[in-house]
């Protein structure tokens, strides 16, 4: 398989694995937000900490399966590295739902669902540079 189709097949793997995050993530902020009423962005950080851990698992284990992972033999590394990046998405998604919701009075709702699109792009851009090579 070439380069290519690889990186796309990983893509489309990493979309579907960010989906089910995602539904974790918007569940459970959906839950604190207005089953809990805690404030939106603590609620967002909750979301995003639950889809976070679940997005690393299935990461390792279905995404990026091919790759050769740079910090395999040292697990602790390799998750620091992650949540790494993913806590650089999390300060982006966070300012992105300040930015909709805090300034522009988005509805959290649409906001957090164009966040996650930007920050899952972000992921796993970062994560395949990073991270995961061929």
Known sequence: MSAFCTVLAQLARYILVGGFAFVIDFGLFSLCLYGLGWQYLLANLMGLV??????YALSISWVFRSSKRRLEKCRSAEFAVFALVGL????????LMLLMV?????????SKMIAAVV???WNFCARKLVLFNE
């Not at 639950?50 to 997005?55: D, E, P, R, S």
């Not at 300034?103 to 709702?109: K, N, T, W």
């Open 50 to 55: 639950a889809g976070l851990c679940l997005n």
């Open 88 to 95: 650089m998405g999390v300060g982006l998604n966070e300012l």
């Open 102 to 110: 805090g300034f522009f009075s988005l509805h959290e709702l649409y």
């Open 119 to 121: 920050v899952l792009m």
